[in-house]
């Protein structure tokens, strides 16, 4: 179980790095965690302090808990927008998930 939240948590960290366009050492300038140490955390090397955590969670506009689960925030889903595309993607056929599974990673592949 803790190895599991331990590559979670790893691998969060990295999406929301990336997703926010940040480079390791952007990350360390605006979370004043070090660079090194940020990567030894995406590269499941070391363990971060719930401070460090914390840190990077802010540096990164989102809750900590973001970081150990892909749940979407309670917090995202009070937006309008993002409560309508949930509703309608609920309503998809399974055939059409993989089309828009392919739409999205087209999309953020061109937010980098």
């Known amino acids: 179980m803790a190895d599991q939240l331990k590559e979670r948590f790893r691998k969060l960290l990295v999406l929301h790095r990336k997703r926010c366009g940040m ?4 990350l360390e300038e605006k979370s004043k965690v070090g660079k090194e140490m ?3 955390i995406e590269r499941g ?3 971060p302090s719930f401070e460090t955590i914390e840190k990077l969670a802010n540096a990164l506009g989102i809750d900590f808990a973001e970081l150990f689960t892909t749940e979407i925030p309670r ?4 937006s309008p927008e993002i ?4 509703v309608r993607v609920a309503g998809l056929n ?3 998930l993989p089309v828009l599974h392919s739409f ?4 953020a592949g061109r937010e980098k």
């Open 23 to 26: 480079t390791q050492p952007a």
């Open 38 to 40: 940020i990567s030894r």
């Open 45 to 47: 090397v070391s363990e």
């Open 75 to 78: 917090s995202s889903l009070r």
């Open 83 to 86: 409560a309508e595309i949930t």
């Open 94 to 96: 399974k055939k059409d």
């Open 104 to 107: 999205l990673d087209t999309l």
